[in-house]
C-alpha cells in the first residue's frame, strides 16, 4: 500500500513529470502523446530490429499439439523484419510519482502480433521509488530487448530468431510485411542522403535505394540510365558506385522500373535480350534481309550432331543452315559452304582470277566469300591494333586503353582503378606517385615516357634550338 501523498511534495513530484515528458518529446516525439497536465500519457513504440531479423510465426495450435501432421497445423512460416509493430500502452501518473508506480491501464500489440502475458508483470518491475521509468519502458520496448525476457528471442546458427505465436499466422504474416514496408519507405523518404553522383543531399523523398542499398537521387539515375538505355548501352544500367562498377552488377527489373519510363523499360528488356543471344557462339542472325532475328541453337541437340546446324527463325519461321544460310538442307547433305579458317586462308592464299579461286567462288559463291573474307581481315587488323597501341589492360576491369601524350598514371573510366600504364600494376589511390619515385622499382623515374615526348616536339621555325 503506497504512502498518503501528505508526505510528498506534490509540487516537486509535478516538476519530475514535467521534466521527465520534456525529455521524451525531445528524444521520441513520435512515441508520445497525452495530457501530462492530468498524468494522462499513451506511449506507441516501434519495436527496432538489429538488421534483417528472423521471424518465425507458428500458430499455437501447433505448440499445443507439440507435433504436426498431414491434417494437423500449418508448417511455422519464417520472414526477414526490420521492424515490428508498436506497443500501445496507456498510462495514467499518479500525482505522487516517481514515489509511487505508473498506473498501466491498457497494454494493447499493433495487429495483435504479442501475447500481452507477462509484459504488465514485467513492466511493473522495471519501476524503482523515485526514479522515472517511462523512458525505461520506451527503449526496453523499442530496442526489443523485452523480447529476450519474455523468451520469445533466440539464436539459431549464429543468427538472431524471433518466434511469435498467433492463432492465425497465416493472416499476421501479410500484416507484419506490410508494416515493414511502409515504415521502411516512410523513413527512407524523412532522411537525407548525399547522391554520389551530383554529391547533393537529398531528401529520401526524391532518392531511391537501389537492391544493392546504395542510395542516388530519382533524377541523376533517370538521366544516366535513359541516356545509356537510348544509346544501347544496357551493361552500364546498373548502379554507378564504383565497388559495383567493379564487380559489372547491374540493375534488376525492380529496380529500373522505379526510374524509366514504360517505352524505356521494353527497349532496354530487348537489349537484355539481344546482348544475352549474342553472347552465345551458337547464334545465327536470320538471312532474311527484312528480318535479321537472332536465332539461338536448337535445344536438346547433342554437340556433333549435323542437326546442330539447322536454325528455325522464332519471328518469320525462316529454317536454314546455320553455316551456308541457305534453306535448310536436311542433316545428310553437306553443307555447299564451311566459313572455317582454312578455306579462308587457302582462298586468301590463291592468285587473283586464278581457276583454282574461280573454282572455289562457284562452289562457295564469290559474295559470300568475300564478305568472310573481309571480316576475317577486320578482325585480324583489330588484334594487330590492340596489340601494337594499346597498354596493358586496366588490372581491375581488363578494360584497354589507347594513350597518345600524358603521363603513366592511368584511372580507368569504368572501375576508377589506378594502375600504371607501362606495367599494368595496381596504384596505391591515395599515394599513386610512390610507383615511380621509388628507386630500384622497374617504373622508376618513368612517370613520363622521354622518348615519346622527343618524337612529338618539332622546332618553331624562327627561334633557334640550344
Known amino acids: 500500500m503506497s504512502a498518503p501523498s501528505a508526505e510528498y511534495d506534490l509540487d516537486a513530484c509535478a516538476a519530475l513529470q514535467r521534466e521527465e515528458w520534456e525529455v521524451l518529446e525531445a528524444i521520441h516525439p513520435d512515441c508520445i502523446s497525452g495530457d501530462p497536465s492530468k498524468g494522462l500519457i499513451k506511449l506507441e513504440v516501434p519495436v527496432d530490429l538489429p538488421g534483417s531479423t528472423a521471424v518465425v510465426l507458428a500458430s499455437d495450435s501447433t505448440i499445443e499439439s507439440g507435433s504436426s501432421s498431414s491434417s494437423g497445423p500449418s508448417t511455422p512460416q519464417t520472414i526477414s523484419l526490420t521492424i515490428l509493430p508498436p506497443i500501445l500502452l496507456d498510462i495514467c501518473l499518479p500525482s505522487t510519482y516517481p514515489y509511487t508506480p505508473p498506473q498501466v491501464r491498457a497494454v494493447h500489440a499493433t495487429y495483435s502480433w504479442l501475447s500481452l502475458d507477462g509484459l504488465r508483470e514485467a513492466l511493473a518491475g522495471k519501476w524503482e521509488e523515485g526514479q522515472g521509468v517511462l523512458y525505461t519502458w520506451v527503449e526496453w520496448i523499442r530496442s526489443g530487448e523485452f523480447l529476450e525476457e519474455l523468451s520469445m528471442s533466440t539464436i539459431i546458427e549464429g543468427r538472431r530468431t524471433i518466434r511469435i505465436v498467433h492463432p492465425t499466422p497465416a493472416l499476421l504474416l501479410p500484416s507484419l510485411e506490410g508494416y515493414n514496408s511502409s515504415t521502411q519507405a516512410a523513413r527512407f523518404s524523412q532522411n537525407s542522403y548525399e547522391c554520389e553522383v551530383c554529391m547533393t543531399s537529398i531528401k529520401g523523398a526524391r532518392c531511391i535505394m537501389l537492391s544493392c542499398n546504395h542510395v542516388f537521387c530519382r533524377s541523376c539515375l533517370e538521366d ?41 523499360i521494353l527497349r532496354w528488356k530487348w537489349l537484355r535480350m539481344k546482348r544475352a543471344l549474342e553472347k552465345d557462339p551458337t547464334l545465327v542472325h536470320c538471312p532474311m534481309a527484312l528480318c535479321q532475328t537472332p536465332v539461338p541453337r536448337p535445344q536438346n541437340v547433342e554437340d556433333g550432331s549435323p542437326w546442330e546446324r539447322l536454325r528455325i527463325c522464332p519471328d518469320c519461321g525462316y529454317s536454314f543452315c546455320a553455316y551456308c ?18 578455306i579462308l586462308q587457302e582462298y586468301m592464299a590463291l592468285a587473283e582470277g586464278s581457276p583454282e579461286r574461280k573454282k572455289m567462288e562457284v562452289r562457295y559463291g564469290r559474295i559470300t566469300l568475300q564478305r568472310l573474307v573481309t571480316e576475317y581481315e577486320e578482325e585480324r587488323a583489330f588484334h594487330e591494333w590492340l596489340e601494337r597501341c594499346t597498354g596493358t589492360p586496366c588490372p581491375g576491369c581488363d578494360l584497354r586503353v589507347e594513350k597518345h601524350s600524358g603521363c603513366n598514371h592511368m584511372t580507368c573510366v569504368r572501375c576508377k582503378e589506378h594502375y600504371c600504364y607501362r606495367c599494368g600494376q595496381r596504384l596505391d589511390r591515395y599515394h599513386p606517385y610512390k610507383h615511380f619515385s621509388t628507386p630500384g622499382l622497374r617504373c622508376f623515374s618513368k612517370l613520363f615516357d622521354v622518348e615519346s615526348i622527343d618524337d612529338e616536339w618539332q622546332p618553331v621555325e624562327g627561334f633557334d634550338v640550344i
Open 224 to 264: 544516366f540510365w535513359g541516356l545509356c538505355i537510348r544509346e544501347g548501352d544496357v551493361g552500364r544500367v546498373g548502379c554507378p558506385d564504383p565497388e559495383c562498377v567493379k564487380e559489372h552488377r547491374e540493375a534488376t527489373e525492380e529496380d529500373v522500373r522505379r526510374v524509366v519510363t514504360e517505352e524505356e
Open 325 to 342: 544460310k541457305r534453306t535448310w538442307h536436311g542433316p545428310v547433305a553437306n553443307c555447299p559452304i564451311s566459313a572455317t579458317k582454312l
